[in-house]
C-alpha cells in the first residue's frame, strides 16, 4: 500500500497561482499512476489532472486545461500541481491520488491522500 501526504495550497486572489505536493512512501511509487482530484462544498468529488507511471501520458480536465499542470519526480517521489491563473471556481480541497494504470476516475484510485484546502477569492 502506498501512503501520500500533501503540502502545498492555501489562500489566493483570483489571476494567483498556487502549488500542491504530494510525497508518497513507498518503492513502488514509480508502478503507479497518480492524479489529483477536488471537492467542493456540497459537490461530488472530481478529477482535476493525471498522469501514468512515467509522466509520458497527462490528462486534464477541461475546466483546468491550460492553467493547471501536473508533474512527477520519480527520484523523490513526488507528484506536482502547479496551479496557476486561478478563479474564485477552482475553491475546493484537493486531494492527491494513487491507483494503476491512468487514474481519471474516482473507481482506479488505490490510495488517497489527507486533502489540502484552496481557496480562491475573487
Known amino acids: 500500500q502506498i501512503q501520500l501526504v500533501q503540502s502545498g495550497g492555501g489562500w489566493v486572489q483570483t489571476g494567483g497561482s498556487l502549488r500542491l505536493s504530494c510525497a508518497a512512501s513507498?518503492?513502488?511509487?514509480?508502478?503507479?499512476?497518480m492524479a489529483w482530484f477536488r471537492q467542493a462544498p456540497g459537490k461530488e468529488r472530481e478529477f482535476v489532472s493525471g498522469l501514468n507511471w512515467d509522466g509520458s501520458t497527462t490528462d486534464y480536465a477541461d475546466s483546468v486545461k491550460g492553467r493547471f499542470t501536473i508533474s512527477r519526480d520519480g527520484a523523490k517521489n513526488t507528484v506536482v500541481l502547479q496551479m496557476n491563473s486561478l478563479k474564485p471556481e477552482d475553491t475546493a480541497l484537493y486531494y492527491c491520488?494513487?491507483?494503476?494504470?491512468?487514474?481519471?476516475?474516482?473507481?482506479?484510485?488505490?490510495?488517497w491522500g489527507q486533502g489540502t484546502q484552496v481557496t480562491v477569492s475573487s
Open positions: 513507498g518503492r513502488t511509487f514509480t508502478t503507479y499512476g
Open positions: 491520488a494513487a491507483g494503476y494504470g491512468r487514474v481519471l476516475a474516482r473507481a482506479a484510485v488505490r490510495s
